[in-house]
C-alpha cells in the first residue's frame, strides 16, 4: 500500500483521538498514542513538517518503486538487436512495448536473454 506523504495533519489527528477515545488514561496504548500526536504537532509547530513529509515518503516508497529502467524500446526487435550488441548487463530491466522485462543469463548456450518481469505501473489497477 502506497502511503500519502502529503496527509493532512488535522485530520491525522482527529483519527488519533478517535482511536485514543478508545483506551482509559494512562494505558500504554493512551500513552503511545499521545506520543505520537505530541511529536506530530512538534513537527508542525517547528517548521519541520515539510521534512517529516520528505522523511515519511522515502521510509514508505516500496522497493519497487525505486527500481530503474535501464532502457526503452518500442519493438521486440529493437529489443533484441540493443542485447545482441551487448549494451545489456544481466539484472538490466528494460521496457519493451510498454512491458517490463529483466536481462537474465541464458541457462543453456550462453549470452542474456529478456524474462518478463511485470513493472510496479504495470501492476496498478
Known amino acids: 500500500m502506497a502511503y500519502n506523504s502529503n496527509f493532512d ?19 500504554p496504548e493512551d500513552e ?5 500526536a505530541v511529536a506530530l504537532l512538534y513537527v508542525r509547530e517547528n517548521g519541520k513538517l515539510e521534512d517529516y513529509r520528505e ?48 536481462v537474465i543469463t541464458r541457462r543453456k548456450g550462453g549470452g542474456l536473454m529478456f524474462l518478463r518481469t511485470p513493472l510496479p505501473d504495470e501492476m496498478e489497477p
Open 55 to 102: 522523511y515519511f515518503q522515502k521510509f514508505f516508497i516500496p522497493a519497487t518503486e525505486s527500481l530503474v529502467v535501464a532502457q526503452s524500446f518500442s519493438t521486440a526487435e529493437e529489443a533484441d538487436a540493443w542485447l545482441a550488441q551487448g549494451l545489456g548487463q544481466e539484472g538490466d530491466l528494460v521496457r519493451v512495448a510498454g512491458k517490463g522485462f529483466r
Open 9 to 27: 495533519v488535522d485530520a491525522v489527528m482527529g483519527v488519533l483521538g478517535t482511536i485514543g477515545e478508545r483506551f482509559q488514561d494512562g494505558t
Open 32 to 36: 503511545a498514542l499521545r506520543i505520537a
